[in-house]
Each structure stands twice: as C-alpha cells, then as structure tokens.
C-alpha cells in the first residue's frame, strides 16, 4: 500500500499523461485487486476484511493522499493563474502567514464563534427539558424545531441574512425599530455582524444539540427523578444535583460535536457578509475560500489549512483530555 | 351567614394547582415562542414567494388579508400554472441545478450507507489488525475524520480534480460528499450493531450461513432502521453542502446551493423570486423533516447515550 502512495506522488511528480485520469482507474482496478486476492489468499479470515477495507481504500486515497499531496504545496509558490506553475519556496508561506493581521484575525474570531457555543448550549438544554415534560403536541415541536437543521445554510442566510434583517423593511428590523432601536443595521458595527452571524448559526444547530441532550434525559431513569423528589428535593435542586451530573457525559459529547461543526462554519459568512465588516466576521475557511476565489493562490492558502488542522487537533485532543473526567458516565 | 361547604380544596390544594397551572403555561409559552422562532422564517419566505413589489416593502405579512398573492415569484422561476406550460431558461436552468444536486446527494448517500455499514458492521464484529492499528485505532481513524474541516481537503482537491479531469463533474462532487458523510455513518451504523446480539449470527452460521450470508440474510434487515437514519442524516447533509460545490465546479455540475449563493449575490433584489428559488430549494427537506422525522432524531441521538 504504501508503495503505491510513492507510485502516485512520483507520477504526481512529473505528469506524463494529458490527464492522470489513467491514474485513477489504476487506482481503483489495484483496489479491487486486493480485495479480491485477501479473499482467494486468506479465505475466510479474508472475507472477513473485506468488510472493512472498501471503506478503508476509500478513505485513505480520498485523504491521506490529498493530505500529503497538499503538505508538498503548503510549501511552494502556486498561484493558478500564474503559467510557470508550482514552485518550492520552503517556509516564504509560513513567514507571510505571521504577519498576516487578516488570518489572525480569522483566528480570533474563531475563538468567539466557539464560546457562543456555550449560549447555544444553554438554550438547547432548557428546550429539551421543556420537551421531556408532560406536553401535548410533542410530534409537532419536535418536527418544527427540527427544521432549522434540514435547511440549507445558503438558503437560510438569504431568508434571514438578506431578507428578514433587511434594514428598511424586513420584519425583523421592524420588529426591532419597534422595540426602540433607531436605525437597526444587524451589519453596521463590528460586534454587531459577528453576533448576528452568530445568532444565524445558532438557529440552525440549536435544533442538532437540543436532539442529543433530549436522547440523553430520556435515557435517565424515572425512579432517580422520583427518588429524589421523593427525598424533598425541589425542580431547582433536582435539577442542578441529579439531571445535570448525569447529562454531562451527554453533554460534553454534543458540544465536542458541535465544535468540530463550529470550525467549519463558512457557508452563511461566505453569502451573507463575505467575512466583512473589515473581516469582522471572518472565519478561516470562509478567508482561505476567498484567498483562492480573488488570488488563486493555491500554495499559500493550503499553508494556512493545514496550519489550521495542526491548530484544531492540538485544541480538539486538548478538551477531550480535559473533558474526559466528566465525559465518563459517573456510578 | 354563610355556610362554609364541607367539600372544598385546601389552601395547599390550590396553590398547588395554581402552580400547575403556571408551569404549564409557561412551558407552552416558551415552545410556542421558539416554534415561532424557527418557522417563521420558513413562512415568511413562503409569502414573498407570492409578494409584489409594494406588499414586500410595506411589510405584508398575511396573504389575502394584507395583500393579495400573486404568482410573479413562480412565474420568474417559470414554476406558475401559467408558465408551466412555455418553455423557460430559468426553469431548465432551475432543474438541471435540482437534478445534480439530487443525483449527487442520493449517490453519494447511497456509496457512504454501503461502505459504512459494511465497516461499521465489521468493526463490532472481528478482530483487526493493520500494522499497530487496533479495532479502536480503526474505527477511530474512521470518525475522526469528521474533525478534518473541509477547507484543509480544499484545495489539495481543486489541484487534484484538475489533474484528474473530475473537476466541475458531479462524480467528483459524489466521491467527496461520500468522504465527508462516512463518518457519520460510520458513528451511527456502529450504534446500531452494537444493539443487535451476537447470538443471531452465531445461530446462522451454525445453521451453515457463511460470515456474509449471515450478514446480508439475518443482519441487514434488523439494521434497517438504522440504514435509513443515516441515509437521511446523509442526504440532507449532502443536499445542502455548499463550500465544495462552490470551490469544485462552475458550469455543469453545480448544486442547487451554488445557484442561490450566485442569485444573493446580483443585488437587483428581485424578492419575490430569490424567494420562490429559496423555497423550492428547502421544501424537499420540510418534506422529508415531516414525514421522516423520526429517523433523523434517532440517527442524531445515536452516539449521544452510550
């Protein structure tokens, strides 16, 4: 396997074909190549592989390779439109990154897109202890507070981004010039784009968290309540010493989730403010997506990803090793 | 004088029904008034879609009592009965955008539920080994792919898809779509197995069923619910994803979200037709949110309660 990932980054190397679609199909005809040959050489136990080496073929030409692949142009010069084409330029990328205001800028947004998590969560939590009550109707909540997730984000940000907060006549602006704000420009100031960015996200993924955390209080068991209502312990007390001890491994998994989701956000910033006022908004993938559309610059935008990723695991295995005490479910 | 009744609640007795009585209103209140926060939006897009140019800026909010509904939305998209019969550019254009982002959502759903549930199933049940890697170390490299954001892949597959001639195909958009799902199949798939005994495998093979026979014959079906929650989880991811239709294609093979992202930006703000494009994208969601709602919120709270 790891001979053929050399094949193809030498044959990357100097392209002999018009196209490297041959490539491809030699790639997928050695795939199935092999799962054919652990069936015939290793019989049974082979067959047993073969459940998972589909998958697996798939996932690590579709990443590994594009991973490695781009590791090589995070170090050279490549700017598409430019003739001469790929060339090595070491670590001139990394050095234009650290003094680059505007992806540190991205970066410090990130950081406040992540920590709005924490309101999100908190709503998502009071919903779906209000949902687990006694109430009538439950299909239709649950169906309506669903929906912001199915939507697509595009679709949403020009419903709510462009439509509804349209300054002079959509109804939210209405409804907040009636409220007793003057002139409501949801993108005029610096903190007021990024916190309405933020509300727009939280609308659509509220749904996702308030689905998990309803899927973990079902699973408590009815006597715990009880018992400790039993006990004397009032809706407050109840709720602070026995439902939330026992949804924090719950909790914990749905927003480690809705973080890596988080990072990922670019869609509505990308149509809604395209990163703007003066980059307030930005997020990275939404500032390396326009790197490439007005620069093409390919080589210095793959620098800044994959400086990005080094960034997201360190953070990501960072809380997970100081989540893990809670994330355990507690005896 | 008068009597005081026999029969009749205690102090406590009221108050505590009083309190009942407020809890419940409260509880209906706040989920009515989130309710309203998440549909409106969905409603108010539906009304523009019928909006002319006065009713948008005076802020009509309901049809026939505020104004009257007019197809101009629809006829723009040439959707309204009475250009439903003509032919129209914007219609073509419109469905050919609806069937590449439905062919690439369903056969990238269709790729991700096959390979994953074929991983998902042998990594609950056998032992692997590859190099150090262990079962854990398997399936872990599998989910943790969901962390990898997809502008990291971005680029390496612009070069990539030029290289190859995939760019601007909807097959290349597929097998992309199929990476970026799989993990979640993966997570939930593996849920799902993980509920059903071993004990029915073992009794198939007894019965003579080879690991496979015993997998597609006995397993498969029982899974089936699980199969669905993920194909759908898949399905609207895919039918809404963005970033990569956007960066990966351009003339033939762009999605339906690529086609409104490029209408929001023409400021020409033809409300009433960005309107009727905005819904026409989302209602195969609400449809499929209403009728299936059950597997989405089971395929969402799968890895939630271990």
Sequence with gaps: ?331 | MSETPIFRDGEADRRYRMQWFASRFAIYGILAVWAVICLFPIYWTATTSFKMAPNVMQGHLVPWWDYQPKWLGWKSLGLSPDTIGASSTVRDEFLKRFTNSAITALASSTLAVGLGTLAAYGLSRFRYRFGPMRNDDISFFFVSQLILPPVVLALPFLVLYKALALLDTRIGLILLYTLTVLPIVIWIMKDQFASIPTELEEAAMVDGLGVWGAFLTIILPIALPGMVAAFILSLVLTWNEYFFAALLTSTHANTLPVMVASQTGSQGINWWSMAALSFAAILPLIVIAALLERFIIRGMAAGAVK
Excluded: H
């Design chain 1, 1 to 331: 396997m790891a001979l053929v990932q050399v094949l193809q980054a030498t044959g990357a190397a100097d392209p002999g074909f018009s196209t490297w679609r041959p490539t491809l199909y030699a790639y997928c005809i050695w795939a199935s190549a092999l799962c054919w040959g652990q069936v015939l050489i290793r019989g049974e136990r082979g067959k047993r592989v073969l459940f998972v080496l589909p998958a697996a073929l798939f996932v690590i030409s579709l990443t590994v390779f594009p991973l490695i692949f781009g590791l090589a142009i995070a170090f050279s010069s490549w700017n598409l439109s430019n003739p001469d084409g790929r060339q090595f330029n070491g670590f001139a990328n990394a050095v234009q990154m650290w003094s680059d205001p505007f992806y540190w800028n991205a970066l410090t947004n990130m950081v406040w897109y992540t920590l709005a998590i924490l309101v999100e969560y908190a709503i998502a939590f009071g919903l779906a202890l209000l949902l687990n009550a006694q109430i009538r109707g439950r299909k239709f909540f649950r169906v309506a507070f669903l929906l912001p997730l199915m939507l697509s984000p595009v679709a949403v940000s020009w419903m709510i981004g462009k439509s509804m907060l349209e300054a002079r006549f959509g109804p939210l602006a209405r409804l907040a010039r009636w409220l007793g704000w003057e002139n409501p420009s949801f993108f005029g100031t610096l903190e007021m784009a990024r916190l309405t960015i933020m509300v727009m996200d939280a609308w659509t993924f509220i749904p996702f968290m308030m689905i998990m955390l309803l899927a973990g209080l079902q699973a408590i068991p009815k006597e715990l309540t009880e018992a400790s209502r039993v006990d004397g312990a009032t809706g407050w007390k109840s709720f602070w010493e026995i439902t939330f001890p026992l949804m924090l491994p719950v909790s914990i998994t749905a927003i480690l989730i809705r973080v890596i989701f988080k990072l990922k956000l670019a869609d509505i910033v990308i149509t809604v403010t395209s990163g703007g006022p003066g980059g307030a908004t930005d997020t990275v993938t939404s500032f390396i997506f326009r790197e490439y559309r007005d620069r093409s610059n390919v080589g210095y935008g793959t620098m800044l990803a994959m400086v990005y990723l080094v960034m997201i695991i360190v953070t990501m295995t960072a809380i997970m090793k100081l989540t893990a005490r809670w994330a355990r479910p507690q005896t």
